[in-house]
Every structure is written in structure tokens, then in C-alpha cells.
T-cell receptor, first 115, second 108 residues
Framework: DAMVIQNPRYQVTQFGKPVTLSCSQT?????MYWYQQKSSQAPKLLFH???????NEADTPDNFQSRRPNTSFCFLDIRSPGLGDAAMYLC??????????????FGPGTRLTVL | DAKTTQPPSMDCAEGRAANLPCNHS???????VYWYRQIHSQGPQYIIH???NNETNEMASLIITEDRKSSTLILPHATLRDTAVYYC?????????FGQGTRLTINP
């Protein structure tokens, strides 16, 4: 089945130690998104890629970076994780066509713990 | 994107229809109403979306008022597995802006 895959499902890192989360998709969608969801809060968009074009949200900290080496894969890099970055990180994809609406499909998420 | 208002929580008996309301009085003509749900510790799951007309799929029905200022998501025969947070989102541009949603609890 076509899907959005996130690895690992659970990630533990140390304060200040860089960490990379990965997302892959078999849907051949042109847009990939990263959301952060802290405990008891709603998901919040960090950034997205429309094909190779990177679109950062204005309030996303510089500590968060992303890479999209090809259509299928997208990575979230946290350069120096702080305790406040502990959260569920959600990847989503969509097929966007100008003039039409697009539906985002989410992966299962990666729960990040910062010690 | 327009703001939505949902009740923070609702209860429904198993086997009954669950009707989840959403107010979006500032919706503009080209904005869609989307519904997602999130079961505990999982990623959000797409349910349904609509622009003007009522919509139905295998999961739910979406009823949008004629003035488009409110909508109702209907789960026709709720099961325990439908317990989740349900998000109503109005969107025009690409991004989804999640509100706090409605925590729906299905009781045996």
C-alpha cells in the first residue's frame, strides 16, 4: 500500500546532540511537510517542500533544518536539541496542483525524547 | 485561513451517530472545510473535505450549511475505535492550521 513512513518511531537524544529524523513516501507526492506536536497540543507546521523549493514558517527556530534529496525522502535535522524540542514530529505529503485543493496524508510520527 | 471553533469534548454511545459541530463564520469563498482525526499517539488521519456541497465517504458524512459558516461531521455508527481528537480545518492555501479540536469519546 502507498504510504508515508517515518523512522524511527521513537528517538532518544541527548541535550545538544544533533539528531535527524527521516520520512519517506511511496505516494509520489510533490509536497512534503514537517509538523511538530508537543504534548496535549495541536500539530504545528515547521516547514514544507514544494518539489525542491523549501518554505519555512516564520516562527520556526533556526535550530530546525530540512533536506529533501529526492521526491521520496525528506529529513528533519535538529542541530542542537533542547529539552523544549521534545515532541512528536509528523511528516505529511500531498499532491498539489495549482487551482485545486490537496489532501495531506500523515505518517505515524516520530516521538523525540531529549535527555 | 479562517479560524474554526469546536467544542473541546463530546461523548457518544457506541452504535449511535456522532455529530461533531464546527463553526467557521469567517470562511471565504475559495476555502475548503477539512476534517482530520488523531487517535492517541498516531499521526492525523484524513477523514473528509468539502467546499459547498455535502459529502459522504466510507468513513463519514460532512454537512455544510448553505451560508458555509458552519459544518457538521457525522460518524453514522460510532465504534470504540472512533475515540480520538477530531480537527475541523478551513484552508485555502497549502498549509493546514490545526486548532485544538474536539476530543470525542465513544462509550460502551
Amino acid at each position: 500500500d502507498a504510504m508515508v513512513i517515518q523512522n524511527p518511531r521513537y528517538q532518544v537524544t541527548q541535550f545538544g546532540k544533533p539528531v535527524t529524523l527521516s520520512c519517506s513516501q511511496t505516494l509520489n507526492h510533490n509536497v512534503m511537510y514537517w509538523y511538530q506536536q508537543k504534548s496535549s497540543q495541536a500539530p504545528k507546521l515547521l516547514f514544507h517542500y514544494y518539489d525542491k523549493d523549501f518554505n519555512n514558517e516564520a516562527d520556526t527556530p533556526d535550530n530546525f533544518q530540512s533536506r529533501r534529496p529526492n521526491t521520496s525522502f525528506c529529513f528533519l535535522d535538529i542541530r542542537s536539541p533542547g529539552l523544549g524540542d521534545a515532541a512528536m514530529y509528523l511528516c505529511a505529503t500531498s499532491r498539489f496542483r495549482a487551482g485545486d485543493t490537496d489532501t495531506q496524508y500523515f505518517g505515524p510520527g516520530t516521538r523525540l525524547t531529549v535527555l | 485561513d479562517a479560524k474554526t471553533t469546536q467544542p473541546p469534548s463530546m461523548d457518544c454511545a457506541e452504535g449511535r451517530a456522532a455529530n461533531l459541530p464546527c463553526n467557521h463564520s469567517t470562511i471565504s469563498g475559495n476555502e475548503y472545510v477539512y476534517w482530520y482525526r488523531q487517535i492517541h499517539s498516531q499521526g492525523p488521519q484524513y477523514i473528509i473535505h468539502g467546499l459547498k456541497n455535502n459529502e459522504t465517504n466510507e468513513m463519514a458524512s460532512l454537512i455544510i450549511t448553505e451560508d458555509r459558516k458552519s459544518s457538521t461531521l457525522i460518524l453514522p455508527h460510532a465504534t470504540l475505535r472512533d475515540t480520538a481528537v477530531y480537527y475541523c480545518i478551513v484552508r485555502g492555501a497549502q498549509k493546514l492550521v490545526f486548532g485544538q479540536g474536539t476530543r470525542l469519546t465513544i462509550n460502551p
